[in-house]
């Protein structure tokens, strides 16, 4: 195989019993993204429309895999898209002898995958800071200083200073029920 022959595979899946809007929704967070990366997205998304999706993806794998002898982690989903299938018209009964249209709409997902492009954007690291000014800089996390703090405060205070914790009050008791017999002989 060469270089410059490469290889996209697709996967179609037809009258979905999804509304195509809700299926555009899913969609669009996976389109670009490598399949790994694709089959997160689409196990953690609580849409309905995610699971057929998902089966449409493995499905594309399992395609490029068997048929073309390429390795599914290493796959891009080029294109995915949507299309707007029949819509089943059904009727409901409605007051006074009327009736309200029902439309069930279908849809058609495709998905293509192709290989990933071998080049990455890595970022520059940062430049080390100076001894003396990471000396100064505050502490990253809040918890770091919320810790800090109380620990501080205490030790500042002197032992004369310090307050005894409070005592919670203690709980009402209740007088006993009088019997309802002891009443009414009295």
Not at 62 to 85: C, R, S
Not at 113 to 133: H, M, S
Not at 146 to 160: D, Q, R, S
Request: charged share 35%; aromatic share 2%.
């Amino acid at each position: 195989m060469s270089t410059q022959e490469v290889k996209e595979v697709r996967a179609a899946a037809k009258w979905l019993r999804i509304t195509p809007r809700k299926a555009r929704l899913v969609v669009e967070h996976i389109r670009g993204r490598s399949v790994p990366e694709a089959r997160t997205m689409l196990a953690f998304s609580e849409r309905a429309a995610a699971r057929e999706i998902d089966k449409l993806l493995r499905s594309a794998v399992a395609n490029a895999e068997a048929n073309h002898n390429l390795i599914g982690d290493d796959l891009v989903v080029k294109t995915a898209y949507v299309d707007e299938g029949p819509t089943i018209k059904r009727w409901r009964p409605r007051a006074r002898g009327r009736a309200a249209q029902i439309r069930k709409h279908m849809c058609h997902i495709t998905i293509t995958l192709g290989p990933a492009t071998t080049a990455t954007v890595t970022r520059a690291p940062e430049p080390e800071a100076p001894a003396e000014e990471k000396r100064k800089r505050a502490p990253r996390h809040k918890a770091a200083t919320k810790e800090a703090a109380p620990k501080a405060k205490a030790e500042t205070k002197p032992e004369a200073e310090k307050k005894p914790a409070a005592k919670k009050p203690a709980a009402r008791k209740r007088a006993p029920a009088k019997k309802k017999t002891e009443e009414k002989e009295s």
